[in-house]
């Protein structure tokens, strides 16, 4: 199992993984060596894509976790992907910071209020609550 350090570019390749790609492609496309039919032995598309792999693995192997890190999260998929949490992130905090100001007594009860005025008259409110408790 995967912890959050590592990717499957940590582990090493297997041999079966690279002989079903292969035996795979021939079962399919019914190419031999001696067919001709696919250009004297040539690589289906699956064998070409897998060999590529293999040497995005082995020239990712001499690296360190870190430098895997970085470059995993330089792609366009992760940027995406982390743009999206991130929106989702400060809409929540947002929602919360409106959801606090309705509780808020200001005059006029509609200004608009910072983030810090928010929290520094909630503060004050908590505060004013606490003394008109004990008294």
Known sequence: MLNSDQTELDLPPTHSESESVFSDCGARSGNTEDSG???GG???PQARVGEAGEAVKKDLQHLTREERRRRRRATAKYRTAHA?????????FNMAFAELRKLLP???PD???????????AICYISYLNHVLDV
């Open 37 to 39: 039919g696919g250009g």
């Open 42 to 44: 040539s690589l289906c």
């Open 84 to 92: 999206t949490r991130e929106r989702i992130r400060v809409e929540a």
């Open 106 to 108: 200001t005059l006029p």
């Open 111 to 121: 200004k608009k209020l910072s983030k810090i005025e928010i929290l520094r008259l």
